[in-house]
């Protein structure tokens, strides 16, 4: 078993965690772990960590997101997915395109955006969607993120029913599912998502993604990105002498040379040694991957 991220194009249908388990039983070792969930409905790019590499998780959590989705205008959901029952219904014909257009621009940039009540918050220790389903009322605080991207695609029209193809970037924490809702909402006819395919993860893409039954062939070699190289793939870097290598695997830190943090420092046989980050003087260690 290598350490090293493996990144896996999800199949619909699937949760994040059935994902992980079928990696662990690829990669024969139980030290599994994802880099931010997919909702079961939703596709593409799930970053996997394997052995070591489950360290570097949290900074790929962390790390904007790229998605192609459809928008139904006309129907709003449970869930504000196509996963959810269908709870209200109005005429959505005479939405225009300039309309669709507007209230997009509009949920664009930064926003105060409320997670869909369906979700994995927790409330009081348990996920809100396990509250929902109890059939409690969730409210959910607003949170601000980022939409830094938000275009329009196609505006299909069948009916009474409008469906918009998006393709957006956004940071870590939007629901593009409240975007659908709240377009839907804004537009006075409702909205859910009927269609989700996440197609980035910080610098990771669809185009070297691997689907589980190409991962099955390749069992147990699934890693495609050694810890090393993905690393150096994720962060700025910095290579330590023999005397900073051996401080930095005993936690101590280093000098400061001025690199924004977090970023990554390899000893001088190319290892990887640790993340750190610069702070009161020192360039202080966030993970250590030695020993």
């Not at 949760?15 to 079961?40: E, I, K, M, Q, W």
């Not at 197609?199 to 039954?213: H, K, P, Q, R």
């Not at 690393?231 to 023999?242: G, K, L, N, S, V």
Request: a neutral charge; glycine letters at 12%.
């Amino acid at each position: 078993m290598s350490d090293g991220l493996v990144v896996v194009d999800k199949a619909p249908g699937m949760t994040s965690h059935d994902v992980v388990a079928r990696v662990r039983r690829l990669a024969r070792t139980r030290r599994v772990g994802h880099g931010g969930t997919l909702d079961p409905m939703a596709t593409g790019v799930l970053v996997i960590g394997v052995g070591r590499a489950t360290r570097l998780l949290t900074y790929v959590i962390g790390s904007a997101k790229g998605y192609a989705a459809t928008i139904r205008l006309g129907q709003s959901t449970v869930t504000d997915d196509a996963e959810g029952e269908v709870v209200a219904t109005a005429p959505a014909g005479h939405v225009t395109d300039d309309a669709v257009r507007e209230g997009l621009a509009a949920l664009t940039g930064e926003i105060d955006q409320v997670p869909s009540a369906v979700s994995a918050i927790k409330i009081d220790g348990k996920r809100a969607y396990k509250r929902v389903r109890e059939g409690e009322q969730v409210e959910l605080a607003a949170r601000r993120v980022t939409v830094s991207r938000l275009d329009v695609l196609a505006i299909r029209r069948a009916g009474e029913t409008v469906d918009v193809d998006v393709d957006l970037e956004c940071s870590s924490g939007t629901y593009v599912r409240a975007i659908a809702r709240d377009l839907g909402a804004a537009l006075g006819v409702g909205g859910h998502l009927t269609a989700l395919r996440r197609t980035t993860v910080g610098g990771f893409t669809l185009a070297e993604a691997s689907t589980l039954d190409e991962l099955e062939k390749v069992a147990p070699d699934v890693v495609n990105l050694p810890l090393a190289g993905a690393a150096r793939r994720f962060f700025a870097t910095r290579e330590a002498d023999p005397v900073e290598a051996k401080t930095l695997s005993h936690g101590g830190p280093l000098s400061t040379v001025g690199i924004d943090g977090p970023y990554a420092v390899f000893a001088p046989d190319g290892g990887l040694l640790a993340v750190v980050s610069e702070r009161d003087g020192k360039a202080r260690p966030e993970v250590v991957f030695t020993g």
